[in-house]
């Protein structure tokens, strides 16, 4: 059985460890909160700027693409020389 120092002591350490980690949870739970807050704004926004990307990457592709560069390959060998 404990003395009642060591139960005094046993149970202050467990309760600032209990202490530190509902400390700690409670700051990443801030911490995630904050961060989807800003994933909510910026996630559109990146959305929007690709969907342009991709649209303006088509109508390039349409007006400089393959079909209009001159075909610049070789006949391929099948003599193997």
């Known amino acids: ?8 002591a046993t ?5 600032a460890e209990m202490e530190r980690r509902a400390d700690r949870r409670r700051l990443v739970r801030e911490a995630l909160a ?5 994933v909510r704004v910026i996630a559109p926004l990146l959305a929007k ?3 342009g990307m991709v649209t ?3 109508s390039l ?8 560069l ?3 390959t070789s006949k391929p ?3 193997g020389a």
């Not at 904050?34 to 800003?38: E, H, K, L, Q, T």
């Not at 592709?61 to 209009?68: L, M, S, T």
């Open 1 to 8: 059985m404990m003395s009642p120092t060591e139960y005094l």
């Open 77 to 79: 060998s099948f003599t």
């Open 34 to 38: 904050g961060y989807r807050g800003n």
């Open 49 to 51: 700027l690709g969907s």
């Open 11 to 15: 149970h202050k350490y467990t309760r």
């Open 61 to 68: 592709q349409q007006r400089y693409g393959e079909a209009r």
């Open 70 to 72: 001159p075909h610049a």
């Open 56 to 58: 303006f990457g088509s």
